[in-house]
């Protein structure tokens, strides 16, 4: 059974950073894409970086190159952001989903990455 469940979120000032973190089992985690998206209250979930199952090739939205930083650890079934830079605009509860299908590539659409986790909070306010 496919399992994720993200960690990592809170209260941060703007500027700050945090660094969410995604364990996953029940799946051959070295073979499949992984993402983060987010859903700001009221909003639709909306992506926020992908990274490639096999050589680690990464995708970020507009709204965060420069500030946000996906990696994984195959060892440890994990998959990692890393939030710099954060603004009010980026509070929203941060999902880490699993592609579809084994071996496919970069996505940014929702309907590619049916697994999901419950999700963390990240609050960003002064």
């Known amino acids: 059974q496919v399992h994720l469940v993200e960690s990592g979120g809170g209260l941060v000032q703007p500027g700050g950073s945090l660094r969410l973190s995604c364990a996953t089992s029940?799946?051959?985690?070295?073979?499949?894409?992984m993402a983060w998206f987010r859903q700001p209250p009221g909003k639709e979930r909306e992506f926020v970086a992908s990274i490639h199952w096999n050589d680690a090739t990464t995708d970020y939205a507009d709204s965060v190159k420069g500030r946000f930083t996906i990696s994984r650890d195959n060892a440890k079934k994990s998959v990692f952001l890393q939030l710099g830079d954060l603004k009010p605009e980026d509070a929203a509860r941060y999902f880490c989903g699993r592609h579809r299908m084994a071996r496919l590539g970069l996505s940014t659409m929702p309907y590619d990455y049916p697994y999901w986790g419950p999700g963390t909070q990240v609050t960003v306010s002064s």
């Open positions: 029940g799946f051959d985690f070295s073979f499949y894409t």
